[in-house]
């Protein structure tokens, strides 16, 4: 009895194939997205560090003896730290913006870094638009560009091959939704009129903020480490980056 034909030629069947992204995609842009998303948990970490400075600062001001120069310096550091924090943040997500087309978050990503550039501009311009409506269309533009990001984050989990993070970018996402809702029925809720407004409004939205923080940079740098090891999460351990 003859043996089945088998044609040494043929390309290899190997379940393993599905294991990661197709064979065309542009890994050298991969790369560039994984960076982006290291230099955007960068700056949340400096985020972080600038928040800490600004408290300790003026707690040790308040606690020295005679008069003090802090509240400058606080101004100034303050000012030039979130100047440096946005602009790191933008760039990276400039550098998302190369992810591959294949993986169906460009757009997200290309829209979430409109709107921060938008918002920038407002930002630049508030002394003309009035420090409340600035802050009120600024507050709008960074939850229109956040949803946008995370949106991103949920299709590049997809196209990576991890449903753990695909999954807790849609949570997110929710999450993201109901902060936003809260916040606005705290502002418009008519029993603050019995209440400290600036109490409840702050609880909610200090405790929501701090939760949805500590939930994103977790996301980005956990998506950021998956890109530079798939083999967290496959048998290939090239690596992206």
């Known amino acids: 009895m003859s043996e089945p034909d088998h044609n040494p030629f043929a390309a290899p069947q190997s379940e393993n194939l599905v294991a990661m992204p197709a064979g065309h995609v542009d890994f050298e842009a991969l790369r560039t997205t994984g960076n982006g998303l290291r230099l955007i948990y960068f700056s949340l970490l400096l985020l972080v560090l600038l928040v800490f400075t600004v408290f300790g600062v003026t707690f040790f001001a308040k606690r020295s003896p005679g008069p003090s120069q802090s509240g400058l310096a606080v101004l100034v550091v303050t000012g030039i730290g979130v100047l440096l924090v946005a602009v790191m943040s933008l760039i990276g997500g400039i550098m998302c913006v190369t992810v591959p087309r294949e993986s169906g978050g460009k757009g997200f990503a290309t829209a979430s870094?409109?709107?921060?550039?938008?918002?920038?501009?407002?930002?630049?311009?508030?002394?003309?638009?009035?420090?409340?409506?600035?802050?009120?269309?600024?507050?709008?533009?960074?939850?229109?560009?956040?949803?946008?990001?995370?949106?991103?984050?949920?299709?590049?989990?997809?196209?990576?091959?991890?449903?753990?993070?695909?999954?807790?970018?849609?949570?997110?996402?929710?999450?993201?939704?109901?902060?936003?809702?809260?916040?606005?029925?705290?502002?418009?809720?008519?029993?603050?009129?019995?209440?400290?407004?600036?109490?409840?409004?702050?609880?909610?939205?200090?405790?929501g903020a701090l939760v949805l923080f500590v939930m994103f940079a977790n996301l980005v740098h956990d998506l950021s480490k998956a890109i530079r090891h798939p083999e967290s999460s496959s048998g290939d351990t090239r690596g992206y980056v």
């Open 113 to 207: 870094v409109a709107i921060q550039g938008v918002n920038l501009l407002i930002m630049f311009s508030g002394i003309f638009l009035g420090f409340v409506l600035g802050n009120m269309i600024a507050s709008l533009l960074n939850v229109m560009s956040l949803i946008s990001f995370l949106l991103f984050l949920r299709c590049l989990s997809s196209f990576i091959h991890r449903d753990d993070l695909r999954r807790r970018a849609s949570r997110l996402v929710t999450f993201v939704l109901i902060y936003g809702t809260a916040i606005i029925a705290a502002a418009v809720s008519p029993i603050l009129g019995a209440l400290n407004y600036g109490l409840v409004v702050g609880l909610i939205g200090g405790v």
